[in-house]
């Protein structure tokens, strides 16, 4: 079987540099060239230590023949994301080029890899804004807006993964924040999910493993998996794609195929 039927799949990373260069590492270690990470990314780039740890996993990746791909949280500087998708160069897919091994979903995309259809979407609600301060540590542009929800479903077509920061509705989280936000944020998840029809749904911002919840999108339904946060060990697996299976953290020796 060849790598490129196998990629890595994270939750969120907060810009945890020794924890991503671990994953990176493990993910050459394990021949797969591709990592997805879902979200909270750490794209603090208004500070120096930001830049760095783009440049330290860049640097890892190129000398590791691996490649990072992520959709943006809401916990990043969305002014930057922003500016980087209206004015940096793209690859043929359509990511934006952060770095020559830092590829980003530009808020919303679809692409094919090896005749599978993927689909990423970034975005979501941060609870906790009223404890941040505008344009240090929180932005305006967190959220995947309606419009943006209305072109997904006119322009996007039926697709076997994924991969956002937020979740659909469904989410089993005993703890859930019910604010009007965050509910509509989900009420539009579920939205795209219904569009998009994923055979498998991968997602993080919740900090916590919830596997192989059911959404109602797919027949008989998407297969929706919450990854917990960097330095856990459910906060990353192996999705492949030959034969649509996703084996969550080392040693768990229960892939669910799709």
């Not at 790598?3 to 924890?19: E, L, Q, Y």
């Not at 980003?104 to 970034?122: E, H, R, S």
């Not at 929706?224 to 960097?230: A, E, K, Q």
Request: aromatic content about 14%.
């Amino acid at each position: 079987m060849s790598s490129v039927d196998r990629i890595m799949i994270c939750g969120d990373w907060h810009g945890n540099t020794r924890w991503v260069v671990k994953m990176i590492e493990k993910a050459a270690h394990n021949h797969l060239a591709k990592i997805i990470q879902c979200g909270d990314f750490g794209i603090w780039t208004h500070r120096e230590d930001g830049v760095k740890y783009l440049d330290v996993i860049n640097e890892t990746c190129r000398d590791l023949g691996v490649k990072v791909y992520f959709v943006p949280g809401n916990h990043e500087n969305w002014d930057h994301i922003t500016w980087w998708i209206q004015n940096y160069p793209r690859d043929k897919k359509g990511f934006v080029l952060l770095r020559t091994h830092i590829l980003m979903v530009p808020k919303y995309l679809q692409w094919v890899w090896n005749d599978k259809q993927f689909a990423g979407v970034g975005g979501a609600v941060s609870i906790d804004r009223e404890w941040r301060i505008p344009a240090v540590s929180w932005w305006q542009g967190e959220q995947l807006g309606q419009l943006d929800v209305i072109n997904i479903q006119e322009s996007f077509v039926e697709t076997d993964y994924l991969f956002s920061h937020d979740s659909p509705t469904t989410v089993p989280h005993p703890q859930l924040k019910t604010d009007p936000d965050s509910q509509a944020h989900r009420q539009r998840m579920d939205e795209v999910g219904k569009a998009l029809k994923p055979k498998l749904w991968f997602h993080g911002h919740y900090h916590k493993w919830m596997p192989d919840y059911a959404f109602p999108a797919f027949d008989p339904f998407t297969h929706v998996w919450g990854l917990d946060m960097d330095g856990t060990t459910y906060s990353w697996g192996v999705l492949d794609t030959n034969v649509n299976t996703f084996t969550p953290g080392p040693g768990v020796a229960h892939p669910h195929v799709a």
